[in-house]
Nanobody, 113 residues
């Protein structure tokens, strides 16, 4: 049974940075594509970024150039480095493994002065 646990969220000022982590347990994590999604209050969950087992990452247009997703398979962890954060990016950020349709519990990111 795959379990995903996100961490690293918090309160940050506009223009600031945060690094989110997603740790997997109970599976051969390195073979899976992993994605980050986010859901703002009153809005649908949206895809933010994804990374293949080989480490190739892709990003939504809204975060391209500001966010970086990378993975450490030895630690069964994926990361989302978020720079130049905007208030409208306040949301709960979720880690997701599409192949297994498994979500983490989410971590809150609040961008506010």
């Amino acid at each position: 049974q795959v379990q995903l646990v996100e961490s690293g969220g918090g309160l940050v000022q506009p223009g600031g940075s945060l690094r989110l982590s997603c740790v997997a347990s109970g599976t051969i994590f390195s073979t899976y594509t992993v994605a980050w999604y986010r859901q703002a209050p009153g809005k649908q969950r949206e895809w933010v970024a994804g990374i293949t087992s080989g480490g190739s990452a892709d990003y939504s247009d809204s975060v391209k150039g500001r966010f970086t997703m990378f993975r450490d398979n030895a630690k069964k962890t994926v990361y989302l480095q978020m720079n130049s954060l905007k208030p409208e990016e306040t949301a709960v950020y979720y880690c997701y493994v599409p192949m297994r349709n498994i979500w983490g519990q989410g971590t809150q990111v609040t961008v506010s002065s």
